[in-house]
Every structure is written in structure tokens, then in C-alpha cells.
């Protein structure tokens, strides 16, 4: 699959506030799990919803598609995040409208408080720019509010609550759970 982005070299090397964003390689799967499971377990101390364990096939589907991401302080992977240019069985009708989707954005937890998800915010609006997106998106559950506050003092705009139905096609944290949906109109 050819991605939408791969006519756009520019992303390779987006630097802000020191650190670079550029995609994640197979050899960082064990660095990447061991951020999902970090996360996770923070996850469970703000809200009863949290992240069930990935797929490793469904990643590394993503690094060879170039849709996973590291950000990297020199040597140090500080966060991870992956993209997609569809988001159907979530945006529903909106899907249609040309986005770029965030997904499971993790900060490393020695670099919370540093400002990353400004970076990874600009990296998106920068790509969406140069590949004539119109919106930034995004969800989390609806319930953790102050994540979902955050998200909006950063800038994106709460768009709607939604309640997921089961899908074998998306992971299984989505199952029954109440999703804010956010974006930022470029």
C-alpha cells in the first residue's frame, strides 16, 4: 500500500524543541511495547477505560507502511505516535472530509511535562499543510477529562461523543467504549 504522504519527503526531519519526529524502524518494537505498556499502566490510574494489549503484526504492519513514528531526543526514543488517512469505523461520515488521524500518541514518562505533544501537534499540522489535509484528528475516552481538557487547551476542538459499537476491525479498548472525538480545522 502506498500511503498518501510518501510524495512528501519534508516530514522526514521535522525538529521542535530539539527533537525529531521521524518514522519508527522494526528494530524499535521492544522500545515501542515497552511505551505502550508504560502507558497503559498510567492509564489505569486516571480512568476505568484503558488501552488492551496491541497487536505486534498491526505495528509492524505500520512501520513498513510508514505510519508509526518515534520522536527522538538524540539517541532516545521520547514518545511514539502512528497516523492513518482513514479513520471510518470511528469518524463515521466525517471520514470523508481529507485528515490526517492520530493514534496512541505516548510520551515517554521521563519526558511528560516537556511539551511533546506540541511537537507532534505542529508535525501534523505541518504535514497536513503540505498534503492538503483539511483537519487534524483524533479520540481518547470520553470519560478521562482531563486528558480530553488537555487535548483542547493544545488546541484541538471537542467535536462530538460517540459510543463505539464491537469491531473485530479495531482494537478491543474501543469495544463499548465512549469516545471523544477532537480535531483541529487547518
Not at 527533537?19 to 528494530?27: G, V
Request: charged share 25%.
Amino acid at each position: 500500500m502506498v500511503f498518501f504522504y510518501s510524495l512528501c519527503l519534508p516530514y522526514l526531519n521535522f525538529i521542535m524543541h530539539l527533537m525529531t519526529i521521524i518514522p519508527s524502524l522494526p528494530e524499535d518494537l521492544d522500545k515501542i511495547f515497552e511505551l505502550y505498556d508504560e502507558a497503559t499502566r498510567f492509564q489505569k490510574t486516571k480512568t476505568s477505560f484503558y488501552w488492551m494489549p496491541f497487536s505486534r503484526t498491526m505495528v509492524e504492519q505500520e512501520i513498513l507502511e510508514g505510519r508509526q513514528f518515534k520522536i527522538m531526543d538524540n539517541e532516545k526514543i521520547a514518545g511514539i505516535f502512528a497516523i492513518t488517512n482513514s479513520d471510518e469505523l470511528i469518524w463515521k461520515e466525517k471520514n470523508i472530509q481529507p485528515s490526517i488521524y492520530l493514534h496512541r500518541i505516548v510520551i515517554a514518562d521521563n519526558y511528560k511535562g516537556k511539551n511533546l505533544l506540541d511537537a507532534v501537534i505542529d508535525w501534523a499540522v505541518d504535514f497536513s499543510k503540505l498534503n492538503h489535509l483539511k483537519y487534524v484528528r483524533l479520540d481518547t475516552f470520553a470519560d478521562n477529562k482531563k486528558l480530553v481538557n488537555y487535548y483542547i487547551k493544545s488546541g484541538f476542538a471537542l467535536i462530538d461523543i460517540v459510543t463505539m459499537e464491537n469491531s473485530e476491525a479495531l482494537p478491543p479498548h474501543y469495544n463499548n467504549a465512549k469516545l471523544a472525538l477532537l480535531e483541529i480545522k487547518i
